[in-house]
């Protein structure tokens, strides 16, 4: 008998379970499967590209942390020897300001000294000068007063002398209108 497409022969039935395995959905579900297939497939491309790029960031941020922890050492030497020097310096300049705090002592003393003397010299002497700068701060005010005085009273008899003047030029004035009436 001859075989047909199906591979069976023909006049032969076919067992249930071969029918039930066999695409008995429309055209539509294939294409929604195939699109759904289509989408996994571009989701897992896509994922294994973002892992890529992930995977190559990671390498570059290795990369420069490798190149960080070879050049953070001699740095961290260099900082170690600049807090030495730093530290006996710091030593030197303590032992600086020590003598500058007996110097500064040495003076305070001395300013006390001057002080001292000072107030002696502006007790003795104080009185009479103040007596005197007394006396020439009473002298020049009482010269002002006396100077301004005096100018008051030229101000005043030039202020009445320019007053007869205009009234004399009025009568002037007045003398020759009746004149020329």
């Known amino acids: 008998m001859p075989v047909g497409p199906t591979g069976w022969r023909q006049g032969e039935t076919v067992p249930e379970e071969t029918v039930a395995a066999g695409w008995t959905g429309s055209v539509w579900e294939l294409g929604v499967l195939l699109a759904g297939l289509g989408f996994f497939l571009l989701c ?51 032992g600086e300001l020590e003598k500058v705090g007996t110097i500064t002592g040495n003076a ?18 104080g009185s009479p000068l103040v007596k005197a700068a ?15 005085d005096v100018d008051e009273q030229q101000v005043r008899r030039m202020v009445e002398a320019s007053r007869q003047s205009k009234r004399q030029a009025k009568r002037a004035a007045k003398a020759r209108q009746k004149a020329g009436e």
């Open 44 to 94: 897992v491309m896509l994922a294994f590209r973002l892992i890529n790029k992930a995977t190559a960031t990671l390498n570059r941020v290795n990369k420069t942390l490798d190149k960080v922890d070879h050049e953070i050492g001699p740095i961290l030497r260099n900082v170690n020897t600049t807090l030495d020097n730093v530290n006996s310096s710091l030593t030197q300049v303590e």
């Open 108 to 125: 305070a003393h001395i300013s006390s000294n001057v002080a001292n003397i000072m107030s002696l010299v502006v007790s003795a002497v």
């Open 134 to 148: 007394a006396f020439g701060f009473g002298l020049r005010t009482a010269v002002k007063k006396r100077n301004q």
